[in-house]
């Protein structure tokens, strides 16, 4: 099933016409897809039957709290890097037990909340961590379960700023360490070493480095357990891409089955950390043409969404499909679609063959993962509102920031 497609001319998301979600929640507005959201959680968790695992979420791709929710009905586990994030999760109806915490730059005041609250494993990223780690869990007279995320040293072959899995990356042990920090972490008194993980990268095209990362992994499961150490879970953390263009990523279906098929016959437990395969795809950023401008070298259309909204592009130079709502029937022209910010950054999409007029509604696809979360509010402009669908009916999962709470934390100076 295609979340957003047209029908009898015009864009709809699931049931529902994108132009009536702009006419009742105006734009700049997220919407989202229920269906696809759960298809795509249910690939995994499909693919995954039969043997003990989890598939945890990575709420860093979209932390709304209706898409939580969506996914913990579902009985999803999460991959949190933040208290905000393990907060947003319990918010959202997760269960502690399957969350896991990642992120190499965990504070005290993190640990104790996730041990707590009892999370499935801590994804610990150096010898440090691991030593703080000790000492919190010994504090609070709990045991803390660990895995070490290991850097396995694999080319992802992806935009190198979304890359993590080389030498030089900030990401994880060197997996040439990994066998010493393991024997310390088995020595400490308060953890409980019961996984490895490894995340290589985001939007990964094909299989191979996943399956590399996995051999080197097994290599060093197989070495721990000569010295005592066992292994119950693997993590392999998320990065399984998208179709943003023509790209033809591998099916989670497939990825899973090489997996499984490489672990057989071992007592390992699997673990995913999925994020934009499951979001992206299920999303657009709904969007109004302000202005159209032509100059003598170009055709620009101004539309009232912009980088603060929706950064992939200026950061990433991510090429996002951009469609108009209701296609008409004109002469095209090559436009650059920009945003209202004082940046020549500012773009949304370049180039893009479309006929439009003032007032048009466009959607950018494929803007689930990584979209709304890494908006801000440069320029003073307030964050877009989210939507989410289901069927017929459009839930409002977050209303559009008002101008008033921009600036609600902020004083003068004192007379
Ligand atoms: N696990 C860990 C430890 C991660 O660092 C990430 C993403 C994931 C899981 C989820 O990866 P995914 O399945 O979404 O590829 N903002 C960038 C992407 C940054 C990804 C960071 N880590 C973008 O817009 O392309």
């Not at 005041?109 to 494993?121: E, S, T, W």
């Not at 070490?148 to 900030?170: C, F, M």
């Not at 360490?177 to 993980?197: F, K, M, N, P, T």
Request: glycine fraction near 8%.
């Amino acid at each position: 099933m295609q979340p957003f497609e047209y029908r009898d001319g015009a864009l709809f998301a699931e049931g529902v016409a994108l132009s009536a979600i702009a006419e009742r929640f105006d734009t700049p507005t997220y919407v989202y897809s229920r269906a696809h959201i759960e298809a795509q959680y249910r690939a995994y968790a499909d693919a995954l039957t039969g043997m003990p695992h989890l598939v945890c979420f990575a709420v860093k791709a979209n932390s709304n709290l209706g898409v939580l929710n969506v996914l913990a009905r579902l009985g999803a586990g999460f991959d949190i890097v933040s208290r905000g994030e393990l907060e947003r999760v319990l918010a959202a109806g997760g269960e502690p037990g399957k969350i896991v915490f990642s992120g190499v730059g965990k504070s005290r005041d993190d640990m104790r909340r996730a041990l707590q609250v009892g999370v499935h494993c801590f994804n610990v990223e150096s010898v440090d961590e691991l030593e703080r780690l000790q000492q919190v869990a010994a504090e609070l007279g709990v045991k803390a379960p660990v895995s070490l995320r290991v850097n396995p040293d694999v080319d992802a072959g992806t935009h190198p700023y979304i890359s993590t899995g080389l030498k030089e990356n900030k990401f994880g042990i060197d997996i040439e360490q990994a066998e010493a920090v393991y024997a310390r972490a088995a020595e400490l008194s308060h953890l409980h070493v019961i996984g490895v993980d490894c995340h290589i990268g985001s939007q990964l095209t094909t299989l191979a480095p996943f399956l590399d990362a996995l051999e080197r992994l097994l290599v060093l499961v197989d070495r721990l357990a000569e010295r005592g150490i066992h292994i119950k879970h693997l993590d392999l953390g998320g990065g399984l891409g998208v179709q943003y263009r023509d790209e033809q990523p591998p099916l989670a279906g497939d990825y899973i089955a090489k997996v499984r098929e490489r672990i057989a016959g071992r007592d390992l437990a699997l673990v995913f950390e999925p994020g934009r395969s499951i979001v992206a795809n299920a999303g657009v950023l709904l969007t109004r043409v302000e202005y159209l401008k032509h100059t003598e070298h170009k055709d620009f259309a101004i539309v009232d969404a912009a980088m603060n909204d929706l950064i992939r592009p200026a950061l990433y130079q991510a090429w996002m499909d951009i469609v108009p709502v209701q296609p008409r029937d004109a002469t095209t022209r090559p436009y650059d679609i920009v945003g209202p910010i004082c940046e020549t950054g500012d773009f949304l999409g370049k180039d893009r063959e479309l006929a439009l007029a003032e007032g048009d509604l466009l959607a950018v696809r494929s803007a689930g993962a990584y979209g709304f979360v890494m908006s801000s509010n440069y320029n003073t402009r307030g964050r877009a509102a989210e939507v989410l669908v289901d069927g017929e009916q459009v839930y409002e999962v977050r209303r559009r920031e008002t101008l008033a709470e921009l600036y609600a934390g902020e004083s003068l100076l004192p007379d």
